[in-house]
């Protein structure tokens, strides 16, 4: 395989009948990366796949793999002689076929009889299973084998479109990270789409979250959720604490205290704001007496890993709950009183007035994962 080339979408729009899907979409890809397109259910995140690819045509705009234009008003370059690899949440294999003849469909006759199936069987570790059906694999091991097809032909760029959606949660996370390393070691790049944002962190050196029909933020999965563009983003990549505040220079007054300010890319100015920490970021004690915000303890979950605590503070205008992730198996019993304090920089926005926040709110897809917290404005 050549080195890989950057993918470059450059003011995409692409409607159905009356409805707009994306709005003058701006991505680049860097070459060899990993790419992860974050975003809910009917945000675009598929339809943006498919045109790369040229099952789709857009309405405007252009998609470019290095140097060549696949597509623009003048150009459209056929799905088949895109060189891009294209994996569906099904792998969509043939039934009737061997996995070594599923592997080799793409290829010249001559090829497929030589040693090239055999070494993309070994890359994606299925090795001696050449002979084996469909339906002798696991949904990991038929997933492999549409990758190890993708690349068969050449394949400079390969999507994946929510190709782990079937598989069980053991299961999935070894396949998300054997797909990773095939393709890095491939030297591809790659696109995931996905609305899992556990997935999106984990795997991708760039998130692409969607929103809207445009691109809302690109970067890497630590500068996604440490600091996102905005407070809806912010509980869309993770679970979020969300107040108001007032800021002061160097940090910002809030119900819970003077709280210092997370360098990011947005240059505040001293006044009202929206407030934003990680529940990994409160620290809880239990018992009423001792320095911290008193709360009551609404629920509490362990996750193996750590408990999730769901709790009222008691102070007056703060209706919705604060979240804490401490790890461990913590005894935190419903009812009981508790003291917290938040730890670390947070994020800050200036203000929206009133009717913009009512606009945003209507326009806001429904969350894939549970709900934000936080003063109610």
């Not at 709005?23 to 060899?32: D, E, H, I, K, S």
């Not at 983003?233 to 940090?251: E, H, K, P, S």
């Not at 304090?341 to 969350?367: F, H, I, K, L």
Request: hydrophobic share 40%; charged share 20%.
């Amino acid at each position: 395989m050549t080195s890989s080339p950057e993918v470059v979408i450059e003011d995409l729009h692409k409607g159905f009948g009356d409805q707009p899907v994306l709005r003058g979409l701006q991505l680049v890809v860097p070459a060899g990366s990993f790419t992860a397109v974050l975003g809910t259910s009917g945000s675009g995140k598929t339809t943006l796949l498919r045109i790369i690819a040229g099952y789709e045509r857009p309405d405007r705009g252009s998609v470019a793999v290095g140097a060549t234009v696949l597509d623009n008003h003048r150009v459209h370059v056929r799905p088949e002689r895109r060189h891009i690899g294209y994996v569906s949440q099904e792998g969509t294999l043939f039934p009737h076929l061997s996995v070594a003849q599923n592997i080799g469909f793409g290829l010249p006759r001559r090829q497929r009889r030589g040693s090239q199936v055999a070494d993309l069987l070994d890359a994606v570790g299925l090795a001696g299973l050449g002979e084996r059906y469909p339906h002798q694999l696991s949904g990991g091991q038929q997933q492999r084998v549409a990758l190890a097809r993708s690349l068969a032909v050449g394949s400079e760029v390969v999507l994946l479109d929510e190709p782990f959606n079937t598989l069980d949660a053991n299961l999935r996370s070894s396949v998300r990270s054997d797909v990773h390393d095939i393709l890095r070691q491939a030297g591809a790049t790659g696109i995931l789409v996905t609305h899992d944002q556990d997935e999106a962190l984990s795997m991708a050196d760039l998130i692409a979250v969607i929103r809207g029909g445009t691109i809302a933020q690109v970067a890497a999965p630590g500068e996604i959720y440490d600091n996102p563009v905005d407070a809806d983003l912010a509980r869309f990549v993770g679970d979020a604490n969300v107040t108001t505040g007032t800021t002061t220079g160097q940090a910002v007054e809030t119900a819970f205290g003077l709280l210092a300010l997370r360098e990011g890319p947005l240059l505040v100015p001293c006044g009202p704001v929206t407030v934003m920490f990680r529940p990994e970021q409160v620290q809880l004690e239990q018992g009423a007496h001792g320095p911290g915000v008193l709360a009551r303890v609404l629920s509490a979950e362990f996750h193996g890993s750590g408990t999730v605590i769901s709790m009222e503070p008691q102070l007056r205008g703060i209706r919705s709950p604060i979240v804490a992730r401490v790890l461990g198996n913590l005894s935190f019993l419903t009812g009981s009183t508790v003291r917290f304090s938040v730890n670390g920089p947070v994020c800050v926005w200036p203000s929206t007035p009133p009717d913009q926040d009512a606009q945003r709110s209507s326009e806001r897809p429904p969350r894939d994962r549970g709900q934000p917290v936080g003063d109610e404005r």
